[in-house]
């Protein structure tokens, strides 16, 4: 992990990102997966210009004044590289397999507007009191306050209708993944919820989430993806009862940016059209530092 982040700073990537998850996914094994924020804070250390982010963080799994405590002290660390990203929550499995209590979406949702609240008076105010209907804190004091002034910008990860308001309501950031056609969709939703507040939906940067294959010809492009396959990669989507169900290399292909490097390059200006002007991509576990380093020669350029 730390040649990988070294080596996306050196290539001149403007941030490294972990997810927030416990164990492995789509297939729990038993093989590492180190924890976000601990992680994070070490990468820190490693690193001198990179941003450092999660994507995102779930709420669920931590009191939001705590968070906001360790988001300070990781801007702190990092010299004010912290991207924060932050989300309702979704793993079930993960949920039940680590003592979490599973509640309905739209609880998770409720409490992550109460959350994003909390963090922003922790990071702004001097000592800070909430009284809402799922946490309650009482002169809490939040010291050192984040390096980044008036604050860091808070991302919110994912794109129910609900989820949306939340971030009409309160994000700097929007994240979201899928084919152009369902962000675009998303998108006039999220324009929608700004209409009814009066935000202005121009002033919330627009994120994307996604994989990202990327080989130099088709022919090796063809051969990645089936490598995936063999070795359990591909992804898919959880169903209501917590089973995974795998997508086809053609589904795959559809959810993703994938292909030759004119090819990748084509995809993110067709999201860029949709406003989008930042990207966290993941490159899948087959050849990472490859990937790497073949977007940073051949697409990378292009998008400064």
């Known amino acids: 992990m730390n040649i990988l982040a070294l080596e996306a700073e050196n290539l001149g990537f403007d941030s490294i990102w972990l997810s927030d998850h416990f164990h492995t996914m789509p297939i729990v094994r038993n ?21 450092i982010g999660q994507i995102v963080t779930c ?8 968070l906001a405590k360790m988001a300070s002290t990781l801007d702190v660390i990092s010299n004010g590289r912290l991207e924060f990203g932050i ?21 998770r949702i409720e409490k992550l507007s109460e959350a994003v609240q909390i963090i922003i008076k922790m990071w702004t105010e001097d000592r800070t009191t909430f009284h809402g ?36 309501q309160y994000a700097d ?34 994120t994307l989430s996604t994989d990202l294959v990327i080989q130099e010809t088709s022919e090796k492009v ?28 053609d589904e795959y292909k559809k959810s ?8 990748c390059l084509e ?8 406003g989008f002007t930042s990207y966290q991509f993941f490159f899948p576990l087959m050849d990472q530092l490859e990937s790497l380093r073949l977007f940073a020669r051949r697409v990378l350029p292009s998008l400064r």
């Open 256 to 263: 993703i940016l994938i292909g030759t490097p004119s090819e």
């Open 267 to 274: 995809q993110i200006m067709n999201y860029h059209k949709l």
């Open 133 to 168: 209907k799922y946490y309650n804190l009482e002169n809490a004091i939040n010291y050192p306050k984040p390096i980044q002034k008036p604050r860091p910008r808070i991302m919110i990860g994912g794109s129910g209708e609900r989820l949306l308001r939340v971030v009409a």
């Open 59 to 66: 709420n669920s799994y931590r009191n939001p004044a705590l």
């Open 222 to 249: 063809e051969d990645f993806l089936h490598g995936m396959k063999e070795a359990g990669i591909i992804c898919g989507a959880y169903g209501d009862d917590d089973k995974f169900q795998p997508l086809s290399i």
């Open 31 to 51: 093989v590492s997966c180190f924890e976000c924020w601990t992680t994070l804070t070490a990468l820190a250390a490693r690193t001198e210009r990179v941003g």
């Open 173 to 206: 950031q929007c994240n979201l993944s899928g084919s152009t056609g369902n962000c675009s969709i998303k998108l006039q939703i999220l324009r929608k919820h700004c209409g009814s507040i009066n935000r202005n939906f121009d002033e919330i940067e627009k």
């Open 87 to 107: 989300g309702a929550g979704w793993y079930n499995t993960e949920y039940k397999a680590y003592g979490f209590p599973v509640e309905r979406p739209s609880t």
